[in-house]
T-cell receptor
Framework: EAGVVQSPRYKIIEKKQPVAFWCNPISGHNTLYWYRQNLGQGPELLIRYENEEAVDDSQLPKDRFSAERLKGVDSTLKIQPAELGDSAVYLC??????????FGQGTRLTVV | AQSVTQLDSQVPVFEEAPVELRCNYSSSVSVYLFWYVQYPNQGLQLLLK??????LVESINGFEAEFNKSQTSFHLRKPSVHISDTAEYFCAVSAFGNEKLTFGTGTRLTIIP
C-alpha cells in the first residue's frame, strides 16, 4: 500500500515568488493535515481537513497561505508571496483513526 | 492547550548501551501520547503510542515508553541501541477528541560505534 505522497521533495524559490505543494493521502483516509517543521523544531499544525472541509485552520497565516482539498482526496498548499521566514519542511499527513497519523516525506522549501 | 518538552536536544550513546529519551507534557485535559521517529531524509513514522490501559507500551524494534500521569511524563527507553537507531525522535500529544498533534522539539539520537 502506498503511503502519503508529497511533491516536490525540494523547492528553492526567490522571496516574493509563489509556491505550491501537493499531497496525495493514503487511500480511504478522510482526515488530512498540513504541518510546518522549522529547523530544529517539531512540526506545527497549519490546517486539518475532514474530507473537503477545513475543520481547523487557526494556525494558517491566511494573508499569504491557502490550501484546498478538492473532492476530499488530494490537497494543495500554496504560499503567495513567499517570505524568507517561510523556509521550512512542509509535511502532509493523513489518518483514518484519530490516533494514528501517517506522514509523507515532506517538501523542503528554501526561500532565498 | 497542550505542550510538550523534550529537554535533551541531542543524546550520544555507545552502541549496545541503554538509552532514555525524556518527554514531559502539560495539559488540562486527558491526552493520548506518541513517539514518532524521523530517520535521515525520511518522513515521520509512528514508533509507539499510549491511548489507555497498560501504562507501558512497546514498539516492534525494542523501544518502550511508560506513561506516568503523576509526573506527566512519557519517557522512551531501549535497553541496547544499534547503529540503525540513529534518528530524531519526537514526542507528541493530542487531547481526547482533538486530532491535532502537538510535538516537542525533538531529540537527536546518535549512536557511537
Amino acid at each position: 500500500e502506498a503511503g502519503v505522497v508529497q511533491s516536490p521533495r525540494y523547492k528553492i524559490i526567490e522571496k516574493k515568488q509563489p509556491v505550491a505543494f501537493w499531497c496525495n493521502p493514503i487511500s480511504g483516509h478522510n482526515t488530512l493535515y498540513w504541518y510546518r517543521q522549522n529547523l530544529g523544531q517539531g512540526p506545527e499544525l497549519l490546517i486539518r481537513y475532514e474530507n473537503e472541509e477545513a475543520v481547523d485552520d487557526s494556525q494558517l497565516p491566511k494573508d499569504r497561505f491557502s490550501a484546498e482539498r478538492l473532492k476530499g482526496v488530494d490537497s494543495t498548499l500554496k504560499i503567495q508571496p513567499a517570505e524568507l521566514g517561510d523556509s521550512a519542511v512542509y509535511l502532509c499527513a493523513s489518518s483514518l483513526a484519530p490516533t494514528e497519523a501517517f506522514f509523507g516525506q515532506g517538501t523542503r522549501l528554501t526561500v532565498v | 492547550a497542550q505542550s510538550v518538552t523534550q529537554l535533551d536536544s541531542q543524546v550520544p550513546v555507545f552502541e549496545e548501551a541503554p538509552v532514555e529519551l525524556r518527554c514531559n507534557y502539560s495539559s488540562s485535559v486527558s491526552v493520548y501520547l506518541f513517539w514518532y521517529v524521523q530517520y535521515p531524509n525520511q518522513g515521520l513514522q509512528l514508533l509507539l503510542k499510549y491511548l489507555s490501559g497498560s501504562t507501558l507500551v512497546e514498539s516492534i524494534n525494542g523501544f518502550e515508553a511508560e506513561f506516568n500521569k503523576s509526573q506527566t511524563s512519557f519517557h522512551l527507553r531501549k535497553p541496547s541501541v544499534h547503529i540503525s537507531d540513529t534518528a530524531e525522535y519526537f514526542c507528541a500529544v493530542s487531547a481526547f477528541g482533538n486530532e491535532k498533534l502537538t510535538f516537542g522539539t525533538g531529540t537527536r539520537l546518535t549512536i557511537i560505534p
